[in-house]
């Protein structure tokens, strides 16, 4: 991590971070959205930003809310395998309570969250979303126990925000929140509740230190629609036209991101029945084997991690054609040693090696760059069991590349920065504008978007390929990997 900014930590300017859910770099234009068009012109616009992977919501929201990598945070896809909070197969993450569940399970297995930094220093972060209670909670975990704010619409009756005096002001004052509609409502009433919860209360009352704006549209409506579709567009202008009004009476230091980019699904996969016709798992609840899904990326659980069991399945996925790049157990990122099975590379190499809940297999599936029906490239394979028309989670490109924009007085004007950059550097950033330390985090401070940070063009970056094979060449694949200041980034995966 860099040195932090020259500002001064005696008197903090807001920051402001926009998420915009699943908000592809390609979807800002000047037509569907104008204030963001507008900060990428006037401000620093990273052409090379990261998602973590797997390319999925919560992965993201908590290496946001960390600057830790998943396997120092431990949410490692939007399904989880924890036992000790269901014994009985993986759990989605969506719902907030399971989360609960997980901290109370195992307290120490987490990171330092952003809030609890700023907390410590007398300073409040305020997280507001209109996306799931899972990824809200995990933007600031630790708002029921007093620290900072969290407000989302939808924790259950009654139940918008903590503390309970915000709780209490805001039921007071806008109501419940409305019931999230489907297609035709495209989600906006959530967002339109939450943001004008965040401008008329939060910003003006509570007047926050730093605010993480989760912004949820317009990831549902590019699952059921399509990435470039009308109704995604509309979604997306929607989101600006909040951005534009929240931006019109603060004075703040400015991050805009996404959460991870989307391809659309041109075939799926049910991988369970795949492993049960292949005599590889007992049942379609069997704990012999289990299935956690993240929409393009799928993780496999193996009984006991016995690794004879392991090896076989891999030596299965190999051979079939829905297969893309495999990760297993084992290894190092740094050496040359692959995973725990031959044409395998290691979990540590995309920080998913966390030390009790990774997976014994991770893969993801084949994806092109081919454009669909609205002239939006990339296309991938996806579970069957998501149901959705266009999705993420994979190694392609056009998931991993992530909007990344920094727009106010502490930043560069006009700047496009080349050099890669992720979610990951979100908090080490923020902690700088604010003069604080990031001690523990894995990202790194942007310094090359600061005002008085280095030349852009002048950050060395590593750019290296590891390479996989098994069966005599039968099966190849390729992870694409760059560096910057020892932060390791994924920049893309496939099958040769």
Known sequence: ??????????????????????????????GDTPTLHRLRAEGVSFAAGHAAFPTVTRVNAATIATGAHPRRHGILGNTLYVPSVDPRGAFSNDDWRKLVALRRAHP???????????ASRGRTLAAVSSGSTGSAFLLNPDAPEGVG???????????????????????????????????????????????TVLKDYVLPELRPDVVINWITEPDHTQHTAGAGSPEARASIHNADRHIGLILDGVDADVLVASDHGFGVNVGT????????????????????????????????????RALERVQKIVAFLQSRPWIGVIFTAGGSAEGSAGGAAEGTFPLELVHVDHPAWAPDILFTFPWTSARNAFGVAGTDVGDAGSKVTSDHGSLSPWTIRSTLLAWGPAFKRGAVVGTPAGNVDVTPTILALHGLDGDGVDGRVLREALVDGPDEEQVPVQTRLHTAEAGAGRYRAVVQISEVDGVRYVDKGWRI
């Open 1 to 30: 991590m860099g040195p932090p900014c020259s500002k001064k930590p005696s008197m903090p300017r807001l920051t402001l971070v926009f998420v915009v859910d699943g908000l592809r770099p390609d979807s800002i234009t000047a």
């Open 108 to 118: 120490t297995a987490r990171a330092h969250t952003l809030a609890q930094r700023l």
């Open 149 to 195: 704010v969290l407000v989302n619409g939808y924790f259950g009756a009654g139940h918008v925000a903590f503390p309970p005096d915000v709780n209490a002001a805001i039921l007071r004052r806008f109501g419940a929140a409305p019931v999230k509609g489907g297609l035709a409502e495209r989600f906006d009433a959530a967002v339109d509740w939450t943001q």
């Open 269 to 304: 996969v049910h991988v369970a029945r795949e492993l049960i016709e292949a005599g590889l798992k007992s049942g379609p609840d069997s704990d012999d084997l289990v299935v956690a899904s993240s929409g393009q990326a799928m993780a496999l659980y193996v009984k006991d």
